[in-house]
């Protein structure tokens, strides 16, 4: 049994991550600047992002950095793709609303990542059961990024209406793979004090009681 000496942290440490956690924001295309993302800065996102936890101690992410115009023009044209699809399926009033939001930054962001899951080839402790468990771990790699990318000032945009599978085959993905999240990564000219989507009223942040249960529903 080893000894149970890890490090234990101060309330103004806690004080410190609840801001972090507090302030970290989606960032758009129209936030970056022109600045690109020092490698040490990048590798202390990756390193946060590395000691993520993950199901079985599996680990089973794999990133793709992206500074190549080419590459993610191609990827930009997904997006557009995708994004005149999504637009109608909104009720009338968020319709003008949605075209007007700056959904993506591929272009504008310094540097791209595209996050995959990497499925095992052999039993995984822990996911046996639930085989989405290992989904859930790269999740949470992109998480500690995300948190680690604010405390260094450093923004993140999360691309979702993006064709998952003409990314895989923009970047060449090997067939198993699976694409978590498209990334715009980059210096930002400032941070919203709420999310964007709260402040352009698209949506209200879920009171806690409305969200929590006791023993059962």
Known sequence: MQPLNGKLFTPEDVAILRDIICNRRDVRGNRFLDRPVEEDVLQQLLDAAMHAPSVGFSQPWEFVLIK???????????????????????????????????????????????????????????????????????????QNMWLMARALNLGIGWVSILDAEKV?????????????????????????????????????????????FYERY
């Open 168 to 212: 895989k085959r923009i970047v060449k993905a090997p067939e198993q793979n699976k694409l978590v999240a498209y990334l715009c990564v980059g210096y930002t000219d400032g941070f919203y004090t709420q999310p964007e989507l709260e402040l352009v009223h698209w949506e209200k942040r879920k009171a806690v009681e409305k969200a929590v």
């Open 68 to 142: 190549d115009t080419g590459i993610k023009q191609q990827v930009k044209e997904s997006f557009i793709i995708e994004n005149e699809k999504a637009a109608p399926v909104f009720e009338a009033e968020k319709q003008a609303t949605y075209i007007h939001l700056k959904l993506e930054g591929i272009m504008e962001a310094p540097l791209n990542i595209a996050v995959f899951y990497k499925p095992a080839d052999r039993p995984v402790l822990g996911q046996t059961s639930m085989e989405e468990a290992g989904m859930y771990s790269v999740v949470c790699a992109i």
